[in-house]
DNA sequence: TGTTAATAAATTTTT
DNA sequence: TTTATTAACA
């Protein structure tokens, strides 16, 4: 029977994932090409060491990005073995991070109660943050501070870890770091940098800690490891010291998140911080057609510093990939519909068929023509269901519940539905609150008390008090989803939605009657935390796994999404649209070395998602932002070798050479281009009006900034 | 208090 | 062009 387990984990693998599956203690660096078989060499690497090496279960941890990644490899590993893997540590960073904090709270110095910020919430915080701190929010975007203080704890730096620049734009955000690290610390609240920052911190000073952690986890192991930031792998550090248990599977090739914090650079410190590490490549692709992953290899080869990798397959070359000029976009969508509407003809499934695309913004042009043509669509990204604002509004009363002193649950309910407390009295509240030190609960209870409070305020308010306190006492002994029915009936959300006729409105119920539904699947799952209520496990788990972004999945549609949320997938067709320079590459990756190749690496994710058929087109013409423009062919698809590309044309007439051409416009300029001008230096164009003698283009310089120039005047030269 | 007009900005996104 | 946010208004 034994044997029988043995030959199931490793008859599927070929020999370089058989290598890696079975590989003898040591650091080991998985270099997995796309379609190479990642996930199968994780899973069966993770079922190998439980039934051949006889490790328990407890003892593996096993790190993912996405709690769909969590999920999938549980799933797989549990048909391997047959088993419930319930005692393994498996999850996202975040979820892991959180868990252990929960489990030593105290040690970690958080409050019991601590709430999880999603970035709706966080941004919230520190909109208001700014306001009580007088700054401008023209000058000191909320976005920007919030985008600086993220950065900072990706790095593992806090506030007073850094030394005051003397840019004094810089020194502003640090103060903004430290007052907003303050409040967080005031109000028990965590944003998701902070899960793994404060984790990380708590296990490197709790040396009696880790080293309980360190003995029970004898193998961790991590998936997508070109995306971890500095924290995640310190992290990882402090947990593999023994140096010989860290198992990692990553590509290079596909890192796509720099722009997030995650560092491909891991790769290269793992190679010198793990100095005993094995290296082994998955080349060998199980997805795509020859020719696709030939483009792929070509193009990704115009990249520096790269590990090296090239994928082959066993099987044959398959089509050309098929380049499409479209005059504009309009057209451009027009060829992709009826190609789809040929392929769904064919018999084979819209479900198989995706648009990609580098911009949100572009999907609306072929979600109107999907429309027209009635075929049936999904488009990923958007709003999920924890992050609606009237499940936010549920969801903030249940956390005033939790938590009477978080502010910004209570700044979001306190007039939701309407209870004629108005901008002025919440001034005064926060007023209240400032002075005092205290969270707006204690401010609203303090002018409740005091005589000299105008009698409607005091009403209002004591009601507003009332109510929490009331259901914090009516809904404690309930289930968990009785709790949540009660709270969005009582606080009247569900009936000011009820009432309200506006188009979303109907929508806005189902999602509240949804959750209390959520609310009660989520109570039967099987309690993995010890000693938390199934309201802080549920309010957790709301932030952490904000849900899927469109119900309708079941149904056969064709995938719209970015590139970035393609990662990971695979369909027999794809359209990989806007393949035009400053679009794809994206023209503020045109100003930076290393974002360029970045891009480089999302047109390599973009091609590998092809498992049969690939189309890449692009727009002579483009409207963007009202504005007409020429852009020329993305530089990606010259460096793609003309032997695998084939130029479509319509209405029959075959060309010439395949390959596409670059269409400059008259005067050799095109949006994203290089250019260089005699006194104003080098610079980037940003767009161009009017032809002939009256062209004029909008440029981009280093050193002086925007200027618009006539290009017949300018003597711009091309760089 | 909710509506409307004006204004500004405009990749990529998971946790 | 669309979208979001904000200030002014009824």
Not at 73 to 87: N, S
Not at 350 to 362: G, P, V
Not at 440 to 446: D, F, H, K, M, Q
Not at 683 to 705: D, H, M, N, P, Y
């Amino acid at each position: 029977m034994e044997y029988m387990d043995i030959t199931s984990i490793l008859e599927p693998l070929n020999p370089a994932q058989r290598e890696a599956v079975t590989a003898s203690p040591s650091a080991l660096l998985v270099l997995a090409g796309a379609g190479s078989g990642k996930t199968r060499v994780l899973t069966h690497r993770i079922a190998w060491l439980v039934k051949v090496e006889q490790v328990s279960p407890q003892s593996i941890l096993a790190v993912t990005f996405t709690n769909k990644a969590a999920l999938e490899m549980r799933g797989r590993i549990e048909a391997l073995l047959h088993l419930p893997t319930h005692g393994t540590w498996m999850g996202t960073f975040h979820g892991l991070a959180h868990r252990l904090l929960r489990r030593h709270a105290r040690e970690a110095g958080l409050p019991e109660a601590f709430q999880i910020m999603d970035a709706d919430d966080q941004y919230r915080l520190l909109r208001r943050l700014l306001k009580s701190l007088s700054l401008d929010e023209a000058r000191w975007p909320p976005k920007q501070a919030q985008w600086f203080i993220n950065a900072q704890k990706d790095e593992g730096r806090r506030a007073h870890h850094m030394v005051a620049s003397h840019d004094p734009f810089e020194r502003q955000l640090l103060r903004i770091y430290q007052a907003y690290e303050e409040l967080c610390e005031r109000s028990g609240l965590v944003d998701f940098a902070e899960l793994l920052l404060r984790a990380h911190e708590f296990l490197r000073e709790h040396a009696d800690i880790r080293a309980h952690y360190l003995k029970r986890f004898r193998h961790v192991l991590v998936d997508e490891f070109q995306d971890t930031n500095a924290i995640q792998y310190a992290w990882l550090r402090l947990l593999t010291e023994a140096q010989d248990n860290l198992f990692v599977v990553g590509d290079d090739d596909q890192s796509i998140y720099g722009w997030r914090g995650a560092k491909v650079e891991n790769i290269f410190r793992f190679q010198k911080d793990y100095p005993g590490h094995r290296l082994i490549r998955l080349e060998q692709n199980y997805r795509s057609t020859g020719n696709i992953l030939s483009a792929a290899n070509a193009l990704i080869a115009h990249n520096e510093g790269r590990l090296g990798k090239t994928l082959w397959t066993a099987g044959g070359a398959g089509e050309p990939i098929a380049v499409y000029a479209a005059f504009n976009e309009q057209d451009e969508a027009y060829f992709v519909i009826e190609r789809l509407r040929q392929w769904i003809h064919e018999g084979n499934r819209r479900s198989e068929a995706a648009i990609l695309y580098r911009s949100n913004a572009q999907s609306r042009l072929f979600e109107e023509k999907l429309v027209a043509a009635g075929i049936p669509y999904r488009v990923y990204g958007g709003l999920r269901f924890f992050e609606r604002a009237e499940i936010k509004d549920a969801l903030a009363y249940l956390r005033l519940i939790a938590n009477r002193h978080d502010d910004g649950s209570f700044e979001r309910v306190v007039n939701t539905p309407t209870r004629g407390i108005g901008a002025k009295s919440l001034d005064t509240l926060r007023e209240v609150a400032r002075t005092r030190r205290c969270s707006l609960w204690e401010a609203a209870s303090g002018l409740c008390a005091d005589a000299g409070t105008p009698g409607r305020t005091r009403l209002l308010f004591t009601h507003f008090l009332q109510l929490i306190d009331g259901l914090a006492q009516e809904t404690a002994g309930l289930p968990l989803y009785e709790q949540v029915k009660c709270v969005i009936e009582k606080t009247g959300l569900l009936g000011h939605y009820q009432k309200d006729k506006g188009e979303q409105a109907e929508a806005r119920v189902e999602n509240l009657e949804e959750l209390v539904n959520a609310a009660r699947l989520f109570d039967h799952e099987p309690q993995e935390d010890d000693a938390l209520s199934p309201l802080t496990r549920f309010l957790a788990h709301a932030a952490l796994e904000a849900g899927e972004g469109q119900a309708d999945a079941d149904e056969d549609c064709v995938q719209l999404m970015t590139l970035h949320s393609a990662k990971g997938l695979e369909f027999q067709l794809v359209f990989l649209a806007g393949m035009e320079e400053g679009l794809f590459p994206s023209l503020q990756s045109l100003e930076e070395a290393g974002r360029l190749e970045e891009e480089r690496r999302l047109c390599y994710v973009g091609l590998t998602r092809a498992k049969r058929r690939l189309y890449l087109t692009y727009a002579e013409s483009r409207r963007l932002y009202g504005r007409e423009t020429y852009p020329r062919s993305s530089r990606f698809l010259r460096e793609i070798p003309t032997e695998h590309l084939q130029e479509v044309r319509l209405r029959g007439a075959i060309s010439g050479p395949p390959g596409p051409a670059p269409t400059p416009d008259a005067e050799g300029l095109s949006v994203g281009q290089g250019v260089r001008h005699a006194v104003f230096g080098e610079g980037i164009v940003l767009q161009s009006e009017g032809a002939g003698s009256q062209c004029r283009v909008q440029v981009k310089f280093a050193e002086v900034g925007v200027k618009w120039l006539m290009a017949g005047y300018a003597k711009l030269q091309s760089i």
